[in-house]
């Protein structure tokens, strides 16, 4: 089954080259494109694609609010967006991924890494560019904030579990994880599922940010 995909962003020449090079794959099939972010959340609602590239800067609605209302807190039925920007700044980093976002991605990635990037979040799975991790968790450590409560499903957490997620606000892979816990990687991806199921989270980079929000691990600590 093709992955539909609706392709939003206000310059025609970049939804066109998005769509071409998409369209090509066999796996693939963009059913829409949106010139704007009132547009593209009429047209997700309408047509319940599997993933939406969502440009941050738009006329009339911009890309963050159009993905609050597609995959934002409260969305019944949410849309996964994955969000593609030429502005590598970390406040549009955070105010995606709480707006709901399934990953962010710059715009002068590679043909491959495109392809490879809409199939990772049509799985289920969040993903960011490299520079944009690293930017992630460098703004904590040099921006911390005022702990917040941590969430009660924290405690429902094991031992292990803990360990893993900690490891996991750090930046590191599943690899670096059962390497340095000395598990096998399908054990690394257990925990990891058990973990967004037992905190309610849709994914890893959610479970980053609420992990150093909730003061689970001290900004800065290798």
Same mark, same amino acid.
């Given at each position: 089954?093709?992955?539909?995909?609706?392709?939003?962003?206000?310059?025609?020449?970049?939804?066109?080259?998005?769509?071409?090079?998409?369209?090509?794959?066999p /796996?693939?099939?963009?059913?829409?494109?949106?010139? *704007?972010?009132?547009?593209?959340?009429?047209?997700?609602?309408?047509?319940?694609? /599997?993933?939406?590239?969502? *440009?941050?800067?738009?006329?009339?609605?911009?890309?963050?609010?159009?993905?609050?209302?597609?995959?934002?807190?409260?969305?019944?039925?949410?849309?996964?967006?994955?969000?593609?920007?030429?502005?590598?700044?970390? /406040?549009?980093?955070?105010?995606?991924?709480?707006?709901?976002?399934?990953?962010?991605?710059?715009?002068?990635?590679?043909? /491959?890494d495109?392809?490879?990037?809409?199939?990772?979040?049509?799985?289920?799975?969040?993903?960011?560019?490299?520079?944009?991790?690293?930017?992630?968790?460098?703004?904590?450590?040099?921006?911390?904030?005022?702990?917040?409560?941590?969430?009660?499903?924290?405690?429902?957490?094991?031992?292990?579990?803990?360990?893993?997620?900690?490891?996991?606000?750090?930046?590191?892979?599943?690899?670096?994880?059962?390497?340095?816990?000395?598990?096998?990687?399908?054990?690394?991806?257990?925990?990891?599922?058990?973990?967004?199921?037992?905190?309610?989270?849709? *994914?890893?980079?959610?479970?980053?940010?609420?992990?150093y929000?909730?003061g689970?691990?001290?900004?800065?600590?290798?």
């Amino acid at each position: 089954m093709s992955i539909k995909i609706v392709v939003a962003d206000d310059q025609e020449l970049v939804r066109a080259g998005f769509h071409m090079i998409l369209d090509a794959q066999p /796996d693939m099939d963009v059913i829409a494109e949106a010139a *704007d972010g009132a547009e593209a959340v009429a047209v997700a609602r309408r047509l319940r694609p /599997d993933v939406v590239l969502m *440009d941050i800067r738009m006329p009339r609605m911009d890309g963050l609010e159009a993905t609050r209302r597609l995959a934002g807190p409260g969305v019944a039925y949410p849309v996964k967006v994955l969000m593609l920007t030429t502005f590598d700044l970390d /406040d549009y980093v955070f105010e995606a991924l709480r707006a709901g976002a399934s990953g962010f991605l710059l715009k002068d990635l590679r043909r /491959d890494d495109l392809v490879n990037a809409v199939r990772v979040v049509a799985a289920g799975e969040a993903l960011l560019a490299p520079s944009v991790t690293r930017r992630l968790i460098g703004e904590f450590a040099r921006r911390p904030r005022p702990p917040e409560k941590a969430p009660a499903a924290l405690e429902t957490l094991t031992a292990r579990e803990r360990e893993v997620l900690q490891l996991m606000a750090r930046g590191r892979s599943n690899a670096e994880i059962a390497a340095g816990l000395v598990i096998g990687e399908q054990t690394v991806k257990t925990h990891v599922s058990n973990i967004l199921a037992k905190l309610l989270l849709r *994914d890893r980079v959610h479970a980053v940010i609420l992990a150093y929000e909730a003061g689970l691990i001290e900004p800065g600590v290798a």
